[in-house]
């Protein structure tokens, strides 16, 4: 069973491009989350969506914009992006995102993205 | 500002022992987990600390101390298919989780 899935696996893109990456869970869960992992760097949460309404937009530039249709589905839509937004996009979702210590976050296998 | 510290690299061998420490100073403390991460794959959930002590699953522990604001996996009877990155992540009293940037572990025969 695979949980939480992305699409594409692996992106190349040019800083004109306009491409968007999908996220699904299979899970039941009603919070679903954008992470930006570089290398040797902590994984630095983009948005958090709690019951499809976004709870969480930690500074991210305005390149990057989130959708949330349902509790199953996020987007993330990319639209000129530069080099440094090179990175590994990691989905996740957990039950909710409220206030319980021990909610655990299950992640998709990423999105590579390669910005020229 | 909230940190969390945990070895860059560490190299051990098939059989052995190892210990992956992760150390944290963040705003508050609601439970610390440690997850797995191969190459190319997603992050899977490995445990959940939030008291003091250790939890034992499988060949895998993690302890806690949260006067010293430390925790450790513990891996025994390394396996090739250990080789990952280990991840460290801590939910602070705002409820948000702080990641450390992990531990790559290199399994050698």
Not at chain 1, 50 to 57: H, I, L, S, Y
């Amino acid at each position: 069973e695979t949980g939480v899935t992305q699409t594409p696996r692996h992106l190349v893109m040019g800083m004109t491009n306009k491409k968007s990456l999908k996220c699904e869970q299979h899970l039941g869960h009603n919070a679903m989350y954008w992470y930006k992992q570089s290398a040797k760097k902590p994984l630095e949460l983009m948005f958090v969506y709690n019951f499809k309404e976004q709870t969480e937009n930690n500074s991210v530039p305005s390149r990057f914009s989130p959708e949330c249709p349902n509790s199953s589905h996020l987007f993330l839509h990319l639209h000129t992006l530069q080099p440094e937004d090179s990175a590994l996009y990691l989905c996740a979702s957990s039950h909710t995102a409220g206030l319980a210590g021990h909610e655990t976050q299950y992640f998709g296998p990423g999105t590579r993205l390669l910005v020229l | 500002g909230q940190n969390i510290d945990q070895p860059t690299e560490m190299t051990a061998t098939e059989g052995a022992i190892v210990q992956i420490n992760c150390t944290y100073q963040t705003s508050g403390f609601n439970g610390l987990f440690w997850y797995q991460q191969h190459a190319g794959e997603a992050p899977t959930f490995l445990s959940y600390n939030v008291l003091d002590g250790l939890e034992e699953k499988g060949r895998f522990s993690s302890f806690l101390s949260r006067s010293k604001g430390y925790s450790y996996l513990l891996l025994k009877e390394l396996q090739m298919k250990d080789s990952a990155s280990y991840l460290c992540a801590v939910r602070d009293s705002n409820y948000q989780l702080i990641w450390g940037a992990g531990t790559k572990l290199i399994i050698k025969p």
